[in-house]
């Protein structure tokens, strides 16, 4: 797990998370740029927790804890998730034994078509036989602390899921984001809420108007997050609750977590409070 706070804390929704894993897998390692220890008392959610310099953003922390991790091979899989979610909203069982992924090499919860096809980095897994084979040695060998995080994202992100898919490992996800991009009504339309009438014409001018639209709109994480929850992904974005890309009304996204998760809001509101300022 790689993890990065603004004011080098260890938050609530990230313990929560490790929590969660802790009952589920067999070994944690947490990589943290910000924080150099577990609150006293949570130790024991983690086995190996490495402090290290904030630089090369997560794909340098998951380079860092793949390579700490000894005897690989005795591993079914291996998971790299960050802190950028809130959850797991349900079992994270429930994902892990997903029947999409059932079959899958290298697998992750969702796609995205932006700019082109890739599975998005929040959570993604190598499985045995690729752990074990030179190809996710050669990939992590190759990841190189990059200063800018656009240049993360193309160079890694991007292309990761092609890297093997392109080798011939079998490569899945849970939530496949659409093939081709909606219309921009479709997407304006999810956050029309004809009851706060001044907010409306503020959303509808801001979605319709603006140029930058294409580039804004396209995470099926956030215009399609209730497509992917219900398609079994257990995580909401930090993203979009807190610099809500889309000008979302957020209320219904609230109701939607208590109403059909057991996830504590609590949790949310005081993060979101904390890091309110803080670009995503």
Not at 112 to 134: A, C, D, E, G
Not at 244 to 273: E, G, K, V
Request: with cysteine.
């Amino acid at each position: 797990m790689a993890h990065y706070d603004p004011h080098g804390l260890n938050d609530t929704h990230v313990l929560y998370s490790l929590e969660a894993y802790r009952r589920v897998f067999d070994h944690i390692t947490f990589v943290s740029v910000s924080a150099d220890r577990l609150p006293i008392g949570r130790e024991g959610l983690v086995d190996t927790f490495i402090f290290r310099e904030n630089v090369g953003y997560d794909f340098f922390s998951w380079k860092i804890g793949f390579n700490a991790l000894v005897d690989k091979e005795r591993f079914f899989e291996i998971i790299f998730t960050n802190d950028s979610i809130y959850g797991p909203l349900f079992d994270i069982e429930h994902a892990l034994l997903a029947p999409r992924v059932k079959e899958a090499e290298f697998w992750g919860l969702t796609s995205s078509m932006v700019p082109n096809w890739h599975i998005q980095s929040y959570f993604f897994s190598m499985r045995h036989r690729l752990l074990i084979s030179s190809a996710a040695r050669d990939y992590w060998d190759a990841i190189r602390s990059f200063k800018n995080k656009g240049e993360v994202i193309n160079a890694c992100e991007m292309r990761m899921a092609d890297y093997f898919r392109s080798r011939n490992w079998l490569t899945e996800v849970i939530y496949e984001g659409p093939s081709s991009p909606p219309f921009r009504w479709h997407v304006t339309r999810l956050g029309t809420d004809l009851r706060q009438p001044i907010n409306l014409a503020k959303y509808l001018y801001y979605n319709l108007l603006h140029s930058d639209w294409r580039l804004r709109k396209q995470n099926p994480m956030n215009y399609l997050w209730r497509s992917a929850i219900e398609a079994g992904v257990p995580f909401i974005k930090v993203e979009l609750l807190r610099a809500n890309p889309l000008m979302l009304p957020l209320q219904p996204i609230h109701d939607y977590i208590s109403r059909n998760t057991r996830y504590p809001l609590d949790l949310i509101f005081a993060h979101l409070r904390r890091t309110a300022r803080i670009s995503a």
